[in-house]
């Protein structure tokens, strides 16, 4: 009797709460999904009136089914202990059997007899409840016309500005929103969705191989097509040394160097890249500023508040109030990478991909020359 009743409440969901049937009730359910075939009208009474489900009611029982624990299961699907145990209230009292044995609590909530039934159903409806979104998630990435690309703050350029002009040349009536963030919470965002892309710039010791196979674990990739090798000093345009080709450390020995306070920056010692000569670095300043823009970084050079280090290209619409020159003695080892979707990327993002590729080939062409 209570595997009828069970199979009635399921009725409003479909032929999914159905099609797997297995065990001695199989032939009940065939039989009852035989009679939802012959017509809309088929006891209409046993679910008018019914309220629409809620999937996190299933996802919770079935928490609590995998878990043995309402600790655990709350914790698993970010509910309070207390929510859980309404959730499942609910939707016993939904289904109109009970699923769960609360005697077993101490130890873990076992399955009633009806809960043993209605288990392959609860699995199944939160299965095909997830590839429905993850079908509908693919669905907006073709449909959508606009991209959402991620930034890190840098004072420099690593050439994403060129490559979206020229995507926005070929792709005018896509939109383009840009997100500007940490290294690390780009990477998340790309991952989780939040973001289509991104382009980062890290230190080569940041991105090892175990870094990269991190990355795509979680569903992304990176495709790294800049290498930076050298490091340029912003100085005001009256600046005496403005006007050279490239300095010393040792002419840099009384300025104040000015990092980013707002990503943190990193160490003189990885912008300068000259590991084991700390003893260059000791008459060296740095002041940390909370500048959200280059424009403002800007104003903080042109005033003398101190000199900027840059290990991307020197920005473009700084050049004419800023002058930026080679540091001879330092070897920094960074790379600018654009991160991307593993699987399913949208046709935007593939087509901004083809671009980033087309620049790494363009920077690598400059480079053999």
Same mark, same amino acid.
């Given at each position: 009797?209570?595997?009828?009743?069970?199979?009635?409440?399921?009725?409003? +969901?479909?032929?999914?709460?159905?099609?797997?049937?297995?065990?001695?009730?199989?032939?009940?359910?065939?039989?009852?999904?035989?009679?939802?075939?012959?017509?809309?009208?088929?006891?209409?009474?046993?679910?008018?009136?019914?309220?629409?489900?809620?999937?996190?009611?299933?996802?919770?029982?079935?928490?609590?089914?995998?878990?043995?624990?309402?600790?655990?299961?709350?914790?698993?699907?970010?509910?309070?202990?207390?929510?859980?145990?309404?959730?499942?209230?609910?939707?016993?009292?939904?289904?109109?059997?009970?699923?769960?044995?609360?005697?077993?609590?101490?130890?873990?909530?076992? *399955?009633?007899?009806?809960?043993?039934?209605?288990?392959? +159903?609860?699995?199944?409806? $939160?299965?095909?409840?997830?590839?429905?979104?993850?079908?509908?998630?693919? *669905?907006?990435?073709?449909?959508?016309?606009?991209?959402?690309?991620?930034?890190?703050?840098?004072?420099?350029? $690593?050439?994403?500005?060129?490559?979206?002009?020229?995507?926005?040349?070929?792709?005018?009536?896509?939109?383009?929103?840009?997100?500007?963030?940490?290294?690390?919470?780009?990477?998340?965002?790309?991952?989780?969705?939040?973001?289509?892309? !991104?382009?980062?710039?890290?230190?080569?010791?940041?991105?090892?191989?175990?870094?990269?196979?991190?990355?795509?674990?979680?569903?992304?990739?990176?495709?790294? +097509?800049?290498?930076?090798?050298?490091?340029?000093?912003?100085?005001?345009?009256?600046?005496?040394?403005?006007?050279?080709?490239?300095?010393?450390?040792?002419?840099?020995?009384?300025?104040?160097?000015?990092?980013?306070? $707002?990503?943190?920056?990193?160490?003189?010692?990885?912008?300068?890249?000259?590991?084991?000569?700390?003893?260059? =670095?000791?008459?060296?300043?740095?002041?940390?500023?909370?500048?959200?823009?280059?424009?403002?970084?800007?104003?903080?050079?042109?005033?003398?508040?101190?000199? =900027?280090?840059?290990?991307?290209?020197?920005?473009?619409?700084?050049?004419?109030?800023?002058?930026?020159?080679?540091?001879?003695?330092?070897?920094?080892?960074?790379? !600018?990478?654009?991160?991307?979707?593993?699987?399913?990327?949208?046709?935007?993002?593939?087509?901004?991909?083809?671009?980033?590729?087309? +620049?790494?080939?363009?920077?690598?062409?400059?480079?053999?020359?």
């Amino acid at each position: 009797m209570q595997e009828l009743r069970l199979l009635r409440a399921l009725l409003p +969901y479909g032929r999914a709460a159905f099609c797997h049937i297995q065990g001695p009730h199989r032939a009940g359910g065939v039989r009852l999904l035989r009679g939802v075939r012959q017509g809309v009208s088929f006891r209409r009474d046993l679910y008018e009136g019914r309220k629409l489900m809620d999937i996190l009611d299933y996802e919770t029982a079935l928490a609590v089914y995998r878990y043995e624990s309402w600790s655990e299961a709350a914790y698993a699907t970010f509910q309070s202990p207390s929510s859980v145990s309404k959730r499942i209230n609910k939707l016993e009292k939904e289904l109109g059997v009970k699923l769960f044995d609360r005697a077993g609590r101490a130890s873990g909530s076992v *399955l009633t007899d009806a809960g043993r039934v209605a288990m392959p +159903y609860i699995k199944q409806i $939160v299965s095909d409840f997830h590839s429905l979104a993850l079908t509908a998630e693919d *669905l907006r990435r073709e449909m959508r016309d606009r991209l959402t690309v991620g930034y890190q703050l840098l004072a420099g350029s $690593v050439g994403a500005e060129e490559i979206l002009a020229r995507f926005r040349s070929e792709n005018p009536d896509i939109d383009i929103a840009h997100v500007m963030r940490g290294r690390q919470d780009l990477f998340e965002m790309v991952c989780s969705g939040e973001t289509d892309c !991104a382009f980062v710039f890290s230190f080569d010791e940041d991105t090892d191989k175990a870094f990269l196979d991190g990355l795509r674990e979680k569903g992304a990739l990176a495709l790294t +097509y800049m290498r930076c090798e050298t490091l340029w000093i912003g100085l005001p345009r009256e600046h005496p040394l403005a006007s050279r080709e490239s300095v010393s450390l040792a002419e840099l020995s009384g300025e104040t160097f000015i990092v980013n306070s $707002v990503t943190g920056g990193p160490p003189l010692r990885k912008l300068f890249g000259i590991n084991g000569q700390e003893k260059m =670095l000791g008459s060296l300043k740095a002041r940390a500023l909370d500048y959200v823009g280059r424009q403002v970084m800007t104003d903080y050079i042109v005033s003398g508040k101190g000199v =900027l280090p840059t290990i991307c290209i020197p920005p473009i619409e700084a050049v004419d109030r800023v002058a930026f020159v080679r540091v001879r003695e330092a070897a920094p080892k960074a790379s !600018a990478s654009f991160i991307y979707p593993r699987r399913n990327a949208s046709r935007a993002v593939k087509t901004l991909l083809r671009f980033v590729r087309e +620049y790494a080939e363009g920077r690598r062409q400059l480079e053999h020359k």
